[in-house]
């Protein structure tokens, strides 16, 4: 499994170049698209199609191949493969065909977007693209914002305008977001705002709605009121062991929730009578 670059052709490892170079040959998802990224780097390798509609033929293939004792590397369109992309069931057939699977790391929009944006979280979840009817979309969403952690998204310039609506319909307006888009490439823009200043950003010029993108949503800031039950036990209990801060510290590490919160409510938890030590 090989990472590809998102849009700069350098971004690609030295390990990466290596491996398609040595392999016997490549599963591609386009083979069109693979064909310029591996002229770009002076590869002739041979390229087998592996996309999203011939996946589990293609992992036959792949299969014969490996038991004629011979190498094929996967690559995807863009960034790291079976992240929203072809991949995963290539390779659990691979792996339940006894063959070992090696991931060469690289390039991913989602490490690339938290990386520059500067929304501390403890956590994130990363839920690809949210659907595409505005109904099914809002549910989702409403399932998700009680969630502590950075919510993590993908969306394609035509829909852009549509999914921060319904984010912004669905979630408080003053956590921040965090609109990554072009990353890697010329046009490369992360721009953080708060979620209610967010469609008027996208009104304010034609560009800031091209292009691709990494959608970062902050997490719920008070997730310990919204489903207490957990985390508030986590809490009890190691307020009864250790000081205040060292057990928010841990309770932070063991629910993914902000120390903030948690120190909030540990404090609750103090002055209603708890008997953690001072
Ligand atoms: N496998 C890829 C990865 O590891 O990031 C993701 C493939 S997914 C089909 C394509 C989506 O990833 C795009 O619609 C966009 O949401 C995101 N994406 C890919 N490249 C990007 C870039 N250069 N800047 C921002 N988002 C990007």
Redesign the pocket.
Known sequence: MV?TP??NLRDITLRAIDTLKSVDAIAAEDTRVSRKLLAHLGIQTNLISAHEHNEREAAQKLVTLLSQGKSVALI??????A???PGAIVVAHVRAAGFRVVSIPG????T??IAAAGLQSESFCFHG?LPVRKGEREKMLAALKAQPGLQVF???PHRIVECIASIVAVFEGDRRIGI??????LF?QVHVCRLDEALAWLEQSENHRR????LLVEGCADAVEQDDSGPQHVLEILLQELPLKQAVGLAAEITGIKKNALYEKALKLKNEGGDEKK
């Open positions: 990472a998102i849009g995807s369109d863009a960034g790291t493969p992240i929203s992309d390039a991913s929009a989602i690339t977007a693209f993908y969306e394609a990554a888009r072009e990353l890697t490439k490369e292009g691709e993108f990494v």
